[in-house]
């Protein structure tokens, strides 16, 4: 099986929610590249599964393969659905320092998004405001909808400006 038939296998069986089949295509892959960890860990964080998908990025690392900028972007969404601050902050420090993958939109928006369903608004803002980029209307819904949630108003006017 080749890596992209492999990739790909892994990557529909999650869109279809079958995942324990993408596990069966992953696990059966030898000498997996870094595209089919990234597509499991990814698989198996939007799925809900996020402590399996933060577990499989620990056996990447310990096995020597470099997470890439996805990689990252799966790890920090297993992160929000299993509500682990601590841990995004980690990944996403680990991504900048040690890999020296620079953030990109879309891991600032896993970041608020954790920090804002946690009610770490004030540090969901200040991520926003010290952004390298503009923020675009997913940022700035991860951050309304964490207001909402934990009926910070002033927040959410200051976002709804935005």
Request: charged share 25%; net charge neutral; hydrophobic share 45%.
């Amino acid at each position: 099986m080749t890596v992209f038939l492999g990739t790909a296998l892994v990557d529909m069986y999650a869109k279809c929610g079958e995942v324990h089949l993408g596990v069966e295509v992953f696990e059966g892959k030898k000498g997996k590249s870094v595209l089919v960890w990234t597509t499991m860990i990814k698989g198996l964080a939007m799925l809900g599964r996020g402590s399996d998908s933060l577990m499989l990025v620990s056996q990447m690392e310990s096995l020597g393969v470099e997470p890439d900028d996805i990689a990252f972007i799966g790890a920090l969404c297993a992160c929000t659905r299993t509500r682990l601050v601590d841990k995004g902050r980690e990944f996403f420090n680990s991504m900048v320092n040690n890999y020296g993958i620079k953030p990109k939109i879309e891991h600032y928006g896993c970041m608020v998004d954790l920090l804002a369903w946690n009610g770490l608004l004030s540090e969901a803002k200040d991520m926003v405001e010290k952004m390298q980029m503009k923020p675009d209307v997913l940022i700035w819904g991860a951050l309304m909808a964490g207001c909402r949630f934990h009926k910070n108003v002033e927040l959410l006017e200051y976002v709804i400006k935005h």
